[in-house]
């Protein structure tokens, strides 16, 4: 008697991304909103999802909202976000004194 054992082998080359230092909120070009950052995406070889081999790399800019994405190239970078404070609208001059 002959016995057939039939053993899925499940295999491909996934992305992962993973973010990198430059904590500096950038805005997305695409969708405005200030969620890029810089990253690190890798393609692995994944045999029964365990990555084994590494197949490449890059860094690159990642929006987390929108999906936008594009290298790193030298001299250019998304803009910076400016969260810095400006100082008090016009006509007020500072917070009210404290009483002694």
Known sequence: MDLFFCIPIIFGCPTKIKPEGDPTPRICPRCHNVAVQRAKSRTWFELCFVPLIPMG?????????????????????????????????????GPPPRPH
């Open 57 to 93: 790399s890059k860094h690159i800019w990642i929006c987390s909202i929108c999906q936008w994405s594009v290298p790193l190239q030298p001299n250019w970078e998304p803009q910076q976000a400016n969260f810095g404070y400006q100082g008090p609208p016009y006509g007020v001059a």
